[in-house]
T-cell receptor, first 114, second 116 residues
Framework: NAGVTQTPKFQVLKTGQSMTLQCAQDMNHEYMSWYRQDPGMGLRLIHY???????DQGEVPNGYNVSRSTTEDFPLRLLSAAPSQTSVYFCASRRDRDSGNTIYFGEGSWLTVV | KQEVTQIPAALSVPEGENLVLNCSFT??????LQWFRQDPGKGLTSLLLIQSSQREQTSGRLNASLDKSSGRSTLYIAASQPGDSATYLCAVHPRDYGGATNKLIFGTGTLLAVQP
């Protein structure tokens, strides 16, 4: 019963490097999204997807890229890491567009950019 | 712009006490409000979801209420236990973004410590 799985758990990057945070869900959910959590600011939506091949921007999309080639996977790419992207990143999924359905979160990816 | 505020930021209570966590939001145009629990180093777990047409939801020792007109929600925890220690987050799903997103507006949370 894996749910939402994120890798890696921890990562240190140098400024300017690129990397991909992986997210996979095994619940056949249509909706997937990425949030970042910063102290004193709560969670903020970066990008989301309503199904394979469909993505859209959230509240803070700059510096990030996403794709959704399969229902299961929703990777988040940092194109050129900056210290401002030091944060905890959470992937989430929901069965479909019904906002009354439970949203499931992964356990987070801690990213430090030096 | 929708803003969600949670007071207090931190709370420490002795085991067995009943307690109330508060959440307020600035725009009543919401689909629903959710309460989450976050343990250190872990993701968020959904506790209760209240649709905009509902007044409250209950699950075990937890009861969440929603007063949309005043922009307030409370999470009541009965007979608190040390295992309840965690950060509790509330989030609203604003109507102006439609139902087709996962966009939730989160508060910054209340850190609860239940002392044995």
């Amino acid at each position: 019963n894996a749910g939402v799985t994120q890798t890696p758990k921890f990562q240190v990057l140098k400024t300017g490097q690129s990397m991909t945070l992986q997210c996979a869900q095994d619940m056949n959910h249509e909706y997937m999204s990425w949030y970042r959590q910063d102290p004193g600011m709560g969670l903020r939506l970066i990008h989301y997807s309503v199904g394979a091949g469909i993505t859209d921007q959230g509240e803070v999309p700059n510096g990030y890229n996403v794709s959704r080639s399969t229902t299961e996977d929703f990777p988040l790419r940092l194109l050129s890491a900056a210290p401002s992207q030091t944060s905890v990143y959470f992937c989430a999924s929901r069965r479909d567009r019904d906002s009354g359905n439970t949203i499931y979160f992964g356990e987070g990816s801690w990213l430090t950019v030096v | 712009k929708q803003e969600v505020t949670q007071i207090p930021a931190a709370l420490s209570v002795p085991e067995g006490e009943n307690l109330v966590l508060n959440c307020s939001f600035t725009d009543s145009a919401i689909y629903n409000l959710q309460w989450f629990r976050q343990d250190p180093g872990k993701g968020l777990t959904s506790l209760l979801l209240i649709q905009s047409s509902q007044r409250e939801q209950t699950s075990g020792r937890l009861n969440a209420s929603l007063d949309k007109s005043s922009g307030r929600s409370t999470l009541y925890i009965a007979a608190s236990q040390p295992g309840d220690s965690a950060t509790y987050l509330c989030a609203v799903h604003p109507r102006d973004y439609g139902g087709a997103t996962n966009k939730l507006i989160f508060g910054t949370g209340t850190l609860l410590a239940v002392q044995p």
